[in-house]
C-alpha cells in the first residue's frame, strides 16, 4: 500500500513564487502543496487541509508574523512550521523560533536542503532546528530550543547550524572542556567531539577558540558576558 503523500501548506502573497513553490513540492512523488496568500488564509488551510508542514513566508503582509505562527500551533492539529525569509532579523528570528518554528531558511537556500527539511519536520517531532542565512551575511544569534535527541551530523555548510552544535558552541564559548559541555547536554564526549569537528568544517575554524571567535563576530553566539547581562 502505498503511503499517502506528506502535505504542505505554502504561504506567500507572490502568486509567481508561490505556485513555483507548489510546483516543486508537487513534482515529488511522497508530497503534497496547497498554496494560500496570507496568514488568515493558511489558518483556515491548516484546518481543511491539516498539513503536515506549513511553509511561511514572513514577509507577506497583513499580521504580524509571530501571530501567524501562534494561531498556526494552536488551531488542535499538530504542524511542523518552517519560516522562509529574505532578511536576517534577529529579534524576530529568535521570537519565532521560542514560539516553535522548526526552521528558518532563507530563501536563496538550495531544493535540496528545503525538500530534506521539509521531510526531517514531518518525519520527527524532535524539537530540532534548522536556520540558514544568506552566504556570507551574518549569522543571527543562538537562541533556539534545545533538541530532545541528538540529530544525525549535518552536511558541512557554513550557512547551517543545527540547534545541537549552537548549543554546543554557546558552551565551549563558556570555556567548558568537552567532558563538562557532555555532562552538561547529557550526551557523549564522542559526539561533543563530532560536533566541533562538523562546527569547525561549517565555520572554517582551525580551533575551540577560533570557531568562537568567528562565531561572536558572525552573531552567531553572544559573548558570555553579553548572555551573563541578559
Known sequence: MTPEPLRIVVVDDHRLPREALCHV???QPD?????VDSGPSAVRAVAEHRPDVVLLDIGTPGRDPASTVSELLSCGHPVGIVVLHTQSDLSLMQRLLG??????????VSQGLLLSTVRDIAGTRQQTVTITVPSGA????????QPTADPAP??????VLSA??????TLVAEALTN????????????????????????LGATSRIDAVNKAINALVIQPPAARRGQ
Open 164 to 169: 545541537r552544535e549552537l548549543a554546543v558552541l
Open 25 to 27: 513540492l508537487d513534482s
Open 179 to 202: 567532558r563538562q559541555v557532555a555532562a552538561r547536554m547529557d550526551i557523549t564526549e564522542a559526539t561533543v567531539k563530532r560536533h566541533l569537528r562538523n562546527i569547525f568544517s561549517k
Open 138 to 145: 551574518a549569522r543571527p544569534a543562538a537562541a533556539v530550543p
Open 31 to 35: 508530497l503534497e502543496a496547497h498554496g
Open 99 to 108: 514560539l516553535g518554528v522548526r526552521a528558518y531558511l532563507h530563501k536563496s
Open 154 to 159: 549535518d552536511a558541512p555548510s557554513s550557512d
